[in-house]
């Protein structure tokens, strides 16, 4: 059986790799270039063929957005403060790997039952210590948003600057722990 691709007909594409195409011209060429036409370029398909896998740019967007918010990486502690601590400096870090997506996901929030399934070990870091679910809530959703907007401060939608970098760890740094206090 001849498994080649026949002439003229398009490769065959899958959602995750219409995910990865749009991260990558998010990172290389900025929000605004993420087009259904610029998206279909990358992959080596038509625009038309992507709305087989997403309904619209918008989409696209929402699925980015959870996407990158998946790559968050944090190490759950014996305490909510320590746990927080580490997914607040978890998800600075994926932002700061994706500065031209920071205003997306200060735009676009993530999808509640998928943000939920990211903040599992959070809501039950507080549910150990005797924390409410409603309030674990605004406490993580209070660093999450003091996060993104120091991430968006920083890179102002561009990569940041290098020499910048010890100013913004330290600011943030102090930010984080004031707020972690306060709400211990």
């Known amino acids: 059986m001849d498994t080649a691709r026949r002439p003229g007909r398009p490769p065959t594409i899958h959602r995750d790799d219409v995910l990865a195409a749009a991260v990558a011209v998010i990172d290389t060429e900025g929000l605004e270039a993420l087009t259904m036409r610029r998206l279909g370029s990358a992959l080596g398909v038509t625009a038309m063929s992507l709305y087989r ?22 190490v759950p ?31 676009h929030p993530v999808d509640e039952r998928r943000g939920r399934e990211l903040i599992a070990p959070l809501l039950t870091a507080f549910a150990e210590a005797g924390v409410g679910d409603e309030r674990a809530v605004t406490i993580v959703q209070s660093v999450a948003v003091f996060t993104l907007g120091h991430a ?33």
């Open 53 to 74: 896998h997403f309904a619209s740019r918008d989409a696209v967007l929402a699925a980015v957005v959870d996407a990158l918010a998946h790559t968050v990486d944090f």
């Open 77 to 107: 502690h014996r305490t909510w403060p320590e746990t927080l601590r580490s997914f607040a400096e978890g998800y600075r870090a994926m932002l700061l790997r994706h500065p031209r997506a920071v205003a997306l996901l200060a735009t």
């Open 152 to 184: 968006l401060a920083q890179v102002g939608g561009a990569p940041p600057a290098p020499e910048t970098g010890p100013y913004y760890d330290a600011w943030f740094a102090a930010g984080l722990t004031a707020l972690l206090k306060g709400f211990a």
